[in-house]
């Protein structure tokens, strides 16, 4: 704080660090603790369950958004508060959208996160219908 009032002020002189790079990298920090946090709530559940969409972006490359739901119960003096979350936990990119792909890019992230496959208890899907159907 007292960097940001001594550059208001024209004390600082030469490197502010208020650059790009810096923001972004303050900005990466702090989503990457928000993301952890709701990782613990999620992994402190008995079960959650995901929610996946796929849609390009704006440079038309395919990306898989992933929303998670969970029951979050906490106990204060024998008095329980159980609340539903839902927690939207990044886009991940996908290189098409064929079924056995798409599954391999929720396992990798569920993996990556250490987010236990056993606990999913329902899953949902945008463009449901959309998906293509591959022959085994």
């Known amino acids: 704080m007292a960097h940001l009032h001594k550059t208001e002020q024209g004390e600082n002189k030469g490197h502010l660090y208020l650059g790009k790079e810096t923001q ?4 990466h ?16 559940a008995k079960c959650y ?14 990306q898989m958004t992933v929303v998670v739901h969970f029951v979050q119960e906490t106990r204060l003096d024998r008095v329980y508060n159980v609340r539903i979350r839902e927690h939207f936990l990044g886009f991940l990119p996908v290189p098409n959208s064929s079924s056995s792909t798409l599954s391999q890019v929720v396992l990798k992230f569920l993996e990556d996160k250490k987010i236990l496959l ?8 945008g463009n449901g219908a959309k998906h ?3 022959e085994v």
Do not use: A
């Not at 056993?118 to 899907?125: H, K, L, S």
């Open 132 to 134: 293509e159907r591959e």
């Open 29 to 44: 920090l702090i989503g990457s603790s928000i993301t952890n946090n709701i990782l613990l709530m999620m992994k402190s």
């Open 118 to 125: 056993c606990n999913m208890r329902g899953q949902g899907y």
């Open 49 to 62: 369950s995901i929610i996946l969409d796929c849609t390009p972006n704006i440079s038309k490359v395919e």
């Open 24 to 27: 972004n990298e303050i900005i």
